[in-house]
């Protein structure tokens, strides 16, 4: 029988909204911090935490309701769940599926780590851009001081 069709209805029983799936397993949460979900929630969602998952070992999923992320809203999920596969529920069936694409550079979705960037200090708003050094595993360069950025502190630094 079609196994990944079950586990696939098994997590899209909502009416209408987004299902982010294959989030790394503990991830779940920073998902939603990075999608500003986590504040006053004013949209249900649900987390589905540490699945067994044949490629991953374990994942996460998140269900938003009543809410179709935007691609722009994806791409800052690559910078954490950079295999997250996305679909857009309506009326109970998949509508669409979308893909996070992280790109080349990150531009104004988080700022330079280090205090004494240049980037931070100017007199003229400067754009903040990361760019991608590396995809696996995932390091981030600032543009203006070429400094590689610190994974573990990244959403502290989330615009
Ligand atoms: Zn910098």
């Known amino acids: ?7 696939m209805r098994r997590v899209t029983a ?9 989030i790394p397993a503990g991830k779940a949460l920073l998902v939603l911090k990075m999608l500003g979900l986590d504040g006053e929630m004013a949209t ?11 490629k991953m070992g374990g994942k996460d999923i998140v269900k938003v309701e009543d809410r179709e992320l935007t691609q722009s809203e994806l791409d800052r999920l690559a910078l954490i769940a950079p295999h997250a596969s ?5 009326a109970y069936n998949v509508a669409e599926k979308r893909v996070v694409n992280l790109g ?20 003229e708003p400067l754009d903040h851009r990361l ?5 696996e595993p995932l390091s981030l360069r600032c543009h203006y001081c070429g400094r590689t950025q610190d994974m573990d502190t990244l959403v502290d630094n989330l615009l």
């Open 131 to 135: 760019k991608v050094a590396t995809h």
């Open 104 to 123: 080349e550079e990150v531009v104004n979705v988080i700022s330079c780590c280090f205090n004494n960037c240049a980037s931070l200090g100017a007199r």
């Open 1 to 7: 029988m079609a196994a990944p069709e079950t586990a």
């Open 44 to 54: 249900p969602v649900s987390l589905v935490m540490n699945v067994p998952s044949g």
């Open 86 to 90: 996305v679909a857009i529920i309506r």
């Open 14 to 22: 909502i009416n209408n909204g987004t299902v982010l799936d294959h």
